[in-house]
């Protein structure tokens, strides 16, 4: 429950959080050791504001998430195999149809790009053929499977997904690539 500092074993000096500390809502968080931290007003010279600092139905969208997040034990675990089983189904389906591919995921975050190549970086991402994630993107679409709109964006799973949702996303993948 400690994020990536803890799936990737960091001890970071300052950390930045994003919507899911706010339930998905517009919101970010920063923290960090306490000579930093001291450093941020009222005791430190740095000032910290933004017009939504503080929003109440952020904030209740971000306490009711910590504390599902808390109380539920294996949602971490759920959502690592939820990740898995869509990324099986992904290479399964794309192998067979012999299109190229790269699945990129760590955890509930999966990213799709039709190339052969390890994608790393904006560069090797942007060298996918983007045409076909354009077509793919349109195609899911209307099969009522709602993508990021850029070959460029990460997928991100829910905890809320059912196996019978993340079997839709497969047959339609299936369906679409032709």
């Known amino acids: 429950k400690g994020g990536a500092q803890e799936f990737y074993g960091v001890n970071a000096d300052i950390v930045t959080l994003g919507k899911i500390i706010g339930g998905g809502m517009p919101v970010g968080a920063y923290g960090g050791k306490q000579e930093i931290m001291a450093l941020v007003s009222p005791d430190g010279p740095v000032y910290q504001a933004g017009t939504l600092s503080g929003n109440p139905v952020a904030m209740a969208a971000g306490y009711t998430m910590l504390n599902m997040i808390n109380q539920t034990n294996d949602l971490y675990q759920e959502l690592e195999l939820k990740g898995q089983y869509l990324e099986a189904g992904l290479?399964?389906?794309?192998?067979?149809?012999?299109?190229?591919?790269?699945i990129n995921r760590v955890g509930s975050m999966i990213s799709l790009?039709?190339?052969?190549?390890?994608?790393?970086?904006?560069?090797?991402?942007?060298?996918?053929?983007?045409?076909?994630?354009?077509?793919?993107?349109?195609?899911?679409?209307?099969?009522?499977?709602?993508?990021?709109?850029?070959?460029?964006?990460?997928?991100?799973?829910?905890?809320?997904?059912?196996?019978?949702?993340l079997d839709k996303t497969i047959s339609s993948v299936d369906k679409v690539c032709n």
């Not at 290479?91 to 790269?102: A, P, R, W």
């Not at 793919?136 to 991100?156: K, Q, R």
């Open 91 to 102: 290479q399964e389906v794309l192998t067979n149809k012999n299109i190229d591919f790269t």
């Open 113 to 165: 790009h039709f190339t052969d190549q390890n994608v790393t970086n904006f560069s090797s991402s942007a060298s996918g053929n983007n045409d076909t994630f354009k077509a793919f993107f349109h195609d899911m679409l209307n099969e009522g499977i709602y993508l990021p709109p850029s070959p460029f964006e990460t997928w991100f799973l829910s905890y809320s997904l059912t196996k019978e949702q």
